[in-house]
């Protein structure tokens, strides 16, 4: 008789003691009144692990936004400096996206790094829609790739017309030397009579443009000049050196397409610290926020719990002065 009482009470409780089912009923329903006091330590567990960890990510993205605010201010100097690099080849050779060409290569300049809110995807976005408005029957266009986020979306749909990719650009400090070898790989590796380079110029640290630029080849600079257009007319000007106007057109693309790089790398890794620290600096406050939910449902369940043991002692002091 005594086992089977035993059996039924334990057939009760079990319930109670199953962890897996406190704990649901526990996520299920925070502020629902539980039975049983190992539901009731289960429950401010779970809110005690969950505070510490939403603590410990605050932390990082705290950590994570001063680091991107060290590298802007190192940044963002020389990305401003270097901009006087490329305006003088647009004065003389032009930038003009208009210009109907049967070999586009597009040029998306990305980051390594994620994290950095959504200047990869307008990237990508505008080098998809180039790709589309200039490829055609009677033209083609191909992809060079510069960082891996870039590469890792535009390889989903476009991997045949990839050309070239780089990446870890930001590895070693980024100098004018540097570009100019990738720029001449690029030039070495592609065949082009339009190279049309996306990036994200810099505003501000809440603020970026998308912007492309064209760098025209030689022979397009020239048939345009002798069209009649003000693209590469270099007669006003006396050469020296006895180069042909051909010559001095190929070494003033080149100059140019290595300065147009240099500058758009800058602007685009400064567009990116900047978009980590607005992305670091908003998960903090979500984290802050989300922080102060946990602390007030560990309150309230805490003083629940201590409510239902007070109502437990004095109904068993009563049912005993009874």
């Given amino acids: 008789?005594?086992?089977a009482v035993a059996r039924r009470e334990s057939r009760r409780l079990m319930p109670l003691v199953n962890p897996s089912v406190s704990i649901r009923?526990?996520?299920?329903?925070?502020?629902?009144?539980q039975v049983g006091l190992g539901v009731r330590s289960i429950s401010t567990q779970i809110v005690?692990?969950?505070?510490?960890?939403?603590?410990?990510?605050?932390?990082?993205?705290?950590?994570?936004?001063?680091?991107a605010a060290s590298k802007l201010r190192a940044i963002q100097v020389r990305a401003e400096?270097?901009?006087?690099?490329?305006?003088?080849?647009?004065?003389?050779?032009?930038?003009?996206?208009?210009?109907?060409?049967?070999?586009?290569?597009?040029?998306?300049?990305?980051?390594?790094?994620?994290?950095?809110?959504g200047i990869n995807s307008t990237s990508v976005k505008i080098s998809r829609a180039l790709h589309k408005v200039n490829a055609g029957p009677d033209a083609e266009s191909k992809y060079v790739i510069l960082g891996e986020k870039g590469k890792a979306q535009l390889?989903?749909?476009?991997?045949?017309?990839?050309?070239?990719?780089?990446?870890?650009?930001?590895?070693?400090?980024?100098?004018?030397?540097?570009?100019s070898v990738i720029a001449d790989d690029i030039l070495k590796n592609v065949e082009f009579d339009a190279l049309r380079i996306v990036f994200n110029k810099f505003q501000s640290v809440v603020s970026f443009l998308p912007t492309t630029?064209?760098?025209?080849?030689?022979?397009?600079?020239?048939?345009?000049?002798?069209?009649?257009?003000?693209?590469?007319d270099l007669d006003s000007y006396e050469i020296e050196g006895g180069e042909t106007k051909s010559e001095v057109l190929q070494n003033l693309t080149e100059f140019q397409f290595s300065?147009?790089?240099?500058?758009?790398?800058?602007?685009?890794?400064?567009?990116?610290?900047?978009?980590?620290?607005?992305?670091?600096?908003?998960?903090?406050?979500?984290a802050g926020d989300m922080l102060d939910k946990l602390t007030l449902a560990y309150n309230r369940t805490r003083q629940a719990s201590i409510t239902t043991e007070l109502s437990e002692i004095i109904s068993g002091a009563a049912a005993l002065e009874g």
């Fill in 81 to 117: 400096n270097s901009r006087g690099l490329w305006q003088p080849f647009t004065a003389l050779l032009g930038d003009t996206p208009s210009v109907a060409v049967k070999k586009n290569v597009i040029v998306t300049v990305s980051s390594d790094k994620g994290l950095c809110g």
């Fill in 1 to 3: 008789m005594a086992m």
């Fill in 25 to 33: 009923s526990n996520l299920i329903s925070p502020n629902q009144e």
């Fill in 155 to 179: 390889i989903r749909d476009s991997k045949k017309d990839i050309v070239l990719t780089l990446t870890e650009l930001q590895k070693n400090f980024l100098n004018y030397t540097q570009i």
């Fill in 48 to 67: 005690r692990n969950r505070m510490k960890s939403v603590k410990n990510i605050q932390k990082i993205t705290k950590a994570m936004k001063m680091v």
């Fill in 259 to 286: 300065c147009v790089m240099f500058n758009a790398v800058l602007e685009n890794a400064c567009s990116e610290q900047g978009a980590r620290m607005s992305a670091m600096d908003s998960s903090s406050r979500n």
């Fill in 213 to 232: 630029a064209t760098v025209l080849s030689p022979e397009i600079v020239e048939r345009e000049s002798e069209a009649g257009g003000k693209i590469g």
